[in-house]
């Protein structure tokens, strides 16, 4: 499996995750009950909530191969930075519908494990100044309040840390994950991954990736209103 297929994978499993969590019930008759498990009622949406907590492990863990295969280290981080804040808005108008929230969106999370991974290779022979930025960078994951926030920041350094061993990887990984076996499932397409970029080649490919979280962010928000109105 190429980076390319977990890239839209992970967008697949966001999409349905925001989907259910930002459209009203009546969207897709979210909340009908699709089957009983136990004495749980499994409804549409809470299937959809299952699906997307696969997407931030496989985008934490295609952080640290960008780390690795990128050409230009400092642009890496700048794209990341950047669309942190260009995402800002639609994630504030699709998490309450207002232009501030209270709560920053996952690039910011993502950009700040990639900051920690540059910080780890580094400083590696430095012990000491690599505990003080990592330790700054995780205060400052937790004044950001961003989505996954600390544990985000953490989860993403550990899989670095491990990425050499990918088995033991996806054990430890799957188990710190708040949802477990749920999120855990993310790790079966990391363990098929085979290190190859794919079809996604060129920089339009690379932005509209990036592009596609604020986008889906900003329609989600927009059909919200449109099905609320009518």
């Known amino acids: 499996m190429s980076g390319s297929i977990l890239k839209l994978f992970a967008c697949l499993a966001m999409l349905l995750d925001h989907i259910a969590a930002f459209l009203p019930g009546s969207f897709l008759d979210m909340n009908e009950t699709l089957f009983m498990l136990g004495d749980k009622e499994i409804t549409i949406r809470l299937m959809f909530h299952y699906i997307g907590r ?3 492990p496989i985008f934490a863990f295609l952080i640290t191969e960008g780390y690795v295969h990128t050409h230009d280290r400092k642009k890496y ?24 929230f209270g ?8 950009f700040l494990g990639y900051a920690g991974i540059c910080i780890l290779e580094r400083y590696k022979e430095d012990i000491k100044k690599c505990s003080t930025y990592l330790a700054a960078l995780f205060l400052i ?7 996954y926030g600390c ?15 990918k088995v ?12 477990r076996w749920i999120g855990g499932t993310a790790f079966i397409p990391i363990l098929l991954y085979n290190g190859k970029r ?3 080649k060129g ?21 919200r209103v449109f099905l609320l109105s009518n």
């Open 168 to 179: 033991l990887m996806s054990i430890i990984g799957a188990c710190v994950l708040p949802s």
């Open 198 to 200: 794919g079809f996604a």
């Open 141 to 147: 994951s937790i004044a950001l309040r961003a989505d």
């Open 77 to 100: 981080g700048i794209s990341l930075l950047m669309f942190a804040l260009i995402s800002e808005i639609p994630w504030n108008l699709a998490r309450s519908g207002e232009i501030f």
């Open 203 to 223: 920089k339009f490919a690379k932005y509209a990736f990036y592009a596609f979280y604020p986008t889906h962010l900003l329609l989600l928000y927009m059909l």
């Open 103 to 110: 709560r920053q969106n996952v690039f910011f999370t993502l």
């Open 151 to 165: 544990f985000g920041f953490g989860f993403i350094m550990l899989l670095y840390l491990l990425k050499e061993r």
């Open 54 to 56: 696969t997407a931030f």
